[in-house]
């Protein structure tokens, strides 16, 4: 088991106010505000960096999937495009759509999308949108 830790600070409203998250190795380290997230102003939000984990988490899946199949790739590419609508009630993160492209010399078609589908159902991030989630808060 490993244990990963990302800490958010937030001061204000929810339009005027600015918060930071960070990550426990400093990888990231970055503000964040209404604005990168809903407006045009340039910077990281939430659904952004569940993004990048996905793309990245799958990568990794795929390589090892491309492995025990026999497969070796020289290169994979994944964007995952994240929709996030106003869903009844709230915003509502409704889809991932991740979109590979992979060289591989030699591959099977056939068997490179076997492992494509075995990557997306099995890569950690792909697993956590179907998890608990539990909280806890205290008031100080």
Not at 29 to 45: I, L, P, Q, V, W
Not at 49 to 55: G, S, V
């Amino acid at each position: 088991m490993f244990n990963r830790t990302a800490t958010a600070k937030w001061n204000g409203t929810g339009k005027e106010g600015k918060g930071w998250v960070s990550t426990e190795t400093k990888s990231l380290d970055s503000a964040y505000n209404f604005s990168f997230r809903f407006g045009d102003e340039k910077g990281t939000n939430p659904e952004e960096l569940i993004a990048a984990a996905h793309a990245s988490c799958f990568n990794m899946k795929l390589a090892f999937t491309l492995d025990a199949a026999g497969m070796t790739a020289e290169e994979l590419n994944t964007t995952a495009n994240l929709t996030l609508d106003k869903a009844p009630g709230d915003w509502t993160i409704t889809k991932i759509h991740l979109v590979t492209t992979a060289k591989i010399p030699g591959a099977d078609a056939a068997k490179f999308q076997e492992c494509v589908a075995t990557a997306k159902a099995g890569c950690p991030v792909s697993r956590v949108l179907n998890a608990e989630i539990t909280a806890e808060a205290t008031l100080v």
